[in-house]
């Protein structure tokens, strides 16, 4: 797939003002976003479960330019939410569809190897050989891919200029994520409460988060951070970490196609993912919508119906 | 106020100035009694409430939020609270995930004429969060 | 229309659409479409004889089916301005490239096949939408017949047979054999008042018009029989329910409560079967005509209307006034005003009423230079904008615009008169840009947190 992918930058580079794709990382482990704008630099690009990263994130900040981005089948999800808004338009955009099997989830792959001291990553047939200056260990990707992957509903680009493989299966409907909501759901509110406060005290208010979605196009207009309005105040305390957290997750409802990028780029660990999901399912039931799937579909908080057959009447 | 009483919770009301606000004078002007504990903030539209303003007051102290509108299909502004249906549906069923356990906020429809019904509403919900309780979940953080 | 047409001061514009409409009050900016009726109305005289050297044929609308007209028409006698016009899709210099007959007989060069749509723009202060609306499909009841059977028509075919100038000159019969009816059965309420299969409401007019109906068939055909099939009979206004009792009483019109379940035809007769609720027996007549009192619905232009003006409406396509007893004439658009069953069905002198009102209102808005408004708007701060416009998409007013700033960027701009003050921008606004002014974010936290401050300080008193 990856020469495929080297000759349709190279074929379509001309038109374009610059190309994001994946290339080496600053380790064997880690791959990262790169821009590509002279036919030379196409050859630095490369594609495996490292990369990781929604280079659609790019997208709102390059608005004006033509450009072309690489995108697996989560990444184009992030693209079609943002056509659907308005905030990026079709014409500006030339994507380069993959077809995805999974990414690495470097955190479980730290609980079998030293991240630390890796040399060489190589990679067989469903399997990463990873191998430190102590050991070498091969590992199935299925034990270390990260959990959106396991249960993948969108492994091919919904949307795409072209498609540099074959079309994958759905490896399922979610089902790992909406597990971990599960997990919560079966606590007591006050235990959930006392979960998200251990959880939020190591929040320390980087806004990776938020700089990693490729929704959160407010950035430095952020209501987090505002004064006026002023929702959340600079306070060092759980409480406003768990304000910014809700405040984010309800900016996002209708909007976010969870592709888990803010977990990932979470520095603290925090579970982000599944606060998120459960406002995704939520409105999975109540109006059927998923984002980023359907063109032109409005976020459901964005429109209405006068009659909502979800929607029970209040009890009084 | 006797200490011998229980206590008023801290309960919050968002009215919408058309509708729910005039039913609440309806109930007032028709001397039906209400509890006192029910705070009242007038705002011009069920749809201008954030719900992120429902999670500011349980942060701010709260015991429980209601958000009381016109009945879908009688907004003043003719959609202000179709839209606020569906994101109050939504924070209702979101809030229980964050640890604010159901029945601390609810969302209802009261019209202007509807004294009877406020009080019924007020007085029920009222009553519902004194059964919960007070909500403990920042007692510690100051 | 004619008084219309002739006032200076009045602009008529005929067979033109709208094609659209920006701005807000005072200033929309509206574009119309012309569309060629391929005859120049310059030269015309109206003299007719085009129409009367027309070869080609073709069904009537305006007289629903019932009769003919001529590729190139006018579509009624009196028809505003004086001047035809031609069906392309069936004149036969387009269909045949042949025929150029009216081209040739015209005695003043009149008819022009280059003739092009010729859209116009123009600014204006208010607008008045007045779009009428269409009748109820009978054909939905297929148990009636309608559209099957010949001989069951509805009330406006039963117009068109009595007018003068209509297919028959003015004579009732039946379509099938074009002879006189003896027995006409009415049928009301077909359509209306109908939950599942036709419109939950009253159209308000039937009730007057099928007595209207039996008056003029009895004045034309003196033996013949009326029956009227009813649930209710509704006649509120001055001297309605005087009309119905004289259709009844010096008419002799036979008025049966009860409803129709079924017609066919029989021998060249039809048999209509109905109950007779009042009595609690099921009937069975033989009638010659049946005439069904369809209801009144949306038109289906209405769509497009709404859409272009942003206009509300119900779950019936009926445009929504700003307040039902306060306001009916009004839209929630400032500038925007409603007239006649656009806005719900009502009868001649309701809607002639509305048509004044509007007016009264556009004048009145008219005779000051400047608008004063509510202060409880919505504004933007421009520096906070990222130019989403999820204000703008949910704004119940369509009050928000976009504008360039100085340093490029495109950002919502609130047009202050149209805005409503519901404050939706605001609860919407990701960034907190734009907010409802005396309702602003800042304002209601300020409210929550004083009100629980005041709680903090009982719980430590």
């Not at chain 2, 709260?62 to 839209?83: F, K, M, Q, R």
């Not at chain 3, 340093?407 to 990701?430: D, I």
């Amino acid at each position: 797939m990856i020469d495929k992918l080297k000759e349709a930058v190279r074929e379509h580079l001309e038109e374009l003002e610059l190309v994001i794709g994946y290339g080496e990382g600053y380790d064997p482990l880690h791959a990262t976003p790169i821009f590509v704008r002279r036919p030379e630099e196409v050859d630095r690009l490369l594609w495996n479960p490292l990369c990781v990263y929604n280079l659609a994130t790019y997208l709102y900040g390059l608005k004006g330019k033509k450009v072309g981005v690489v995108v697996k089948g989560c990444d184009s999800r992030s693209v079609l939410q943002l056509l659907n808004e308005g905030l990026i338009s079709r014409e500006e955009v030339f994507l380069f569809g993959l077809p995805c099997s999974g990414v690495l989830d470097l955190r479980k792959l730290a609980e079998r190897v030293d991240v630390g001291r890796v040399e060489e990553v190589s990679w067989q047939e469903g399997k990463i050989l990873v191998r430190t200056r102590e050991k070498e260990e091969t590992i199935p990707l299925e034990e270390v891919l990260q959990d959106r992957c396991l249960s993948c509903p969108y492994p091919t680009p919904l949307i795409y200029d072209v498609l540099l493989g074959d079309p994958l299966p759905p490896k399922g409907e979610n089902e790992a994520l909406l597990r971990q909501v599960k997990e919560l759901e079966e606590l007591t509110p006050p235990e959930r409460l006392r979960y998200w406060k251990e959880e939020l005290e190591r929040c320390i208010r980087c806004y990776a988060c938020r700089n990693a979605c490729p929704l959160c196009v407010c950035q430095d207009w952020c209501a987090a951070e505002a004064r006026d309005p002023h929702w959340i105040s600079m306070r060092d305390g759980v409480k406003e970490k768990w304000m910014w957290q809700v405040l984010h997750a309800l900016h996002l409802a209708g909007r976010c196609t969870g592709c888990g990028e803010c977990e990932r780029a979470c520095p603290m660990g925090i579970p982000l993912l599944r606060i998120r999901m459960k406002i995704n399912a939520e409105l999975r039931e109540l109006f059927d919508y998923e984002a980023g799937v359907k063109e032109g579909e409005r976020p459901p908080l964005l429109t209405y119906q006068v009659s909502e057959p979800k929607i029970e009447e209040p009890k009084w | 106020m006797s200490g011998m009483e229980e206590r008023e919770r801290r309960i919050v009301g968002f009215l919408c100035n058309w509708c729910s606000y005039g039913g609440a004078d309806t109930a007032g002007v028709a001397r039906l009694q209400q509890p006192t504990d029910l705070r009242i903030l007038r705002v011009p539209c069920s749809g201008r409430v954030n719900p992120l303003l429902v999670v500011k007051a349980f942060l701010e102290g709260a015991d429980g939020v209601l958000v009381s509108g016109c009945h879908p299909g009688d907004c003043h502004y003719v959609e202000g609270n179709y839209y606020a249906r569906r994101r109050l549906e939504l924070l209702k069923r979101f809030l229980p995930f964050m640890g604010i356990e159901p029945g601390r906020f609810e969302y209802t429809w009261v019209s202007s004429s509807e004294g009877q019904r406020w009080q019924k509403v007020a007085t029920e919900f009222v009553e519902e969060i004194h059964r919960l309780g007070p909500f403990a979940g920042w007692e510690d953080e100051g | 229309m004619l008084e219309a047409s002739q006032d200076p001061r009045i602009k008529l514009l005929t067979y033109a659409e709208l094609e659209e409409v920006k701005g807000y009050v005072g200033n929309f900016e509206v574009k119309i479409r012309k569309k060629a009726r391929l005859i120049d109305e310059t030269r015309c005289t109206g003299c007719g004889l085009c129409i009367e050297r027309c070869p080609t044929f073709t069904s009537s609308e305006w007289d629903l089916g019932l009769g003919q007209r001529k590729a190139v028409y006018k579509p009624f006698p009196q028809a505003i301005p004086n001047v035809p016009v031609i069906d392309s899709e069936v004149c036969g210099h387009f269909t045949t490239g042949l025929c150029s007959v009216c081209e040739k007989i015209c005695p003043v060069g009149a008819v022009d096949w280059n003739q092009r749509d010729e859209v116009i723009e123009e600014r204006f202060g208010a607008l008045v939408v007045a779009t009428g609306f269409e009748l109820f499909d009978p054909s939905l009841y297929g148990e009636y017949g309608a559209g099957r059977i010949k001989d069951v028509i509805t009330g406006l075919h039963f117009e068109r047979m009595v007018n003068p100038s209509g297919p028959t000159g003015g004579h009732l019969v039946r379509p099938s054999d074009f002879t006189e009816p003896r027995r006409v059965v009415f049928i009301q309420c077909v359509g209306s008042r109908d939950a599942e299969r036709g419109v939950p409401y009253c159209s308000g007019i039937c009730c007057m018009y099928t007595a209207k109906q039996v008056i003029l068939l009895k004045e034309h055909i003196p033996e013949a029989e009326a029956v009227v099939f009813y649930m209710d009979i509704r006649a509120p206004a001055k001297g309605y329910e005087e009309f119905i009792r004289r259709a009844q009483e010096e008419y002799g019109a036979i008025y049966i409560r009860g409803r129709v379940g079924r017609i066919y035809e029989e021998d060249g007769k039809l048999i209509v079967q109905g109950t007779d609720t009042l009595s609690g027996q099921a009937l069975e007549l033989e009638a010659d005509l049946v005439v069904l009192a369809t209801g009144v619905v949306a038109p289906q232009e209405g769509d497009r209307i709404g859409q272009l003006l942003a206009l509300a409406r119900d779950d019936y396509g009926f445009f929504t006034e700003l307040h039902p007893k306060l306001a009916p004439v009004e839209t929630m658009s400032s500038g925007i005003y409603l007239a006649g069953c656009c806005q719900g069905p009502k009868d001649i002198p309701a809607s002639v009423a509305q048509g004044s009102a509007a007016a009264g209102k556009v004048m009145a808005l008219f005779s000051k230079d400047e608008l004063e408004s509510d202060p409880q708007v919505a504004q933007v701060k421009d520096l906070r904008c990222i130019g989403c416009f999820k204000c703008r998409d949910v704004c119940p007013y369509g009050a928000i615009e976009e504008k360039e700033t100085p340093w490029k960027k495109m950002v919502a701009r609130v047009v202050e008169t149209v805005c409503g003050g519901c404050g939706l921008c605001t609860a919407t606004c990701p960034t907190g840009a734009i907010q409802l002014q005396n309702f602003t974010d800042n304002q209601l936290l300020g409210e929550v947190e004083s009100l629980c401050l005041g709680w903090r300080r009982e719980s430590a008193a």
